[in-house]
């Protein structure tokens, strides 16, 4: 069984988390499967609007389905939260993808 059927096992059990999607979202993004990615990571900063690694990977998985414009929505967001917390190599990995995405804008 993979780590993506664990999790989707849990899931099916009833045990929906931020956590548990966040790792839904990781999985599915390391196997390439971007919009289950997006989907997950989507839903985990739902559940916890605070999960600042959520967004990250939501604006990664934003990417690579093609929608900059959540990608750069979700860093924004991302980057207001990890400066919140205190997280400043969050800070730094979400400012850099922002600068990345306006550059290539440009």
Not at 23 to 33: D, H, K, P, V
Not at 44 to 62: C, F, H, I, Q
Not at 80 to 97: C, I, N, P, Y
Request: proline residues 1%; glycine residues 6%.
């Amino acid at each position: 069984m993979s780590m993506i059927e664990r999790l989707e096992a849990l899931l099916a059990e009833g045990n929906d988390s931020s956590q548990l999607r966040y790792g839904l979202a990781s999985a599915c993004f390391s196997e390439q499967r971007f919009a289950d990615a997006h989907r997950h990571a989507g839903i985990a900063v739902k559940l916890d609007p605070d999960y600042s690694a959520a967004w990250r990977l939501l604006g990664r998985a934003s990417e690579k389905i093609g929608d900059m414009a959540a990608a750069r929505d979700a860093y924004r967001n991302g980057i207001a939260v990890a400066e919140s917390r205190g997280d400043k190599q969050l800070v730094r990995e979400m400012t850099v993808f922002m600068n990345r995405l306006q550059r290539d804008a440009d």
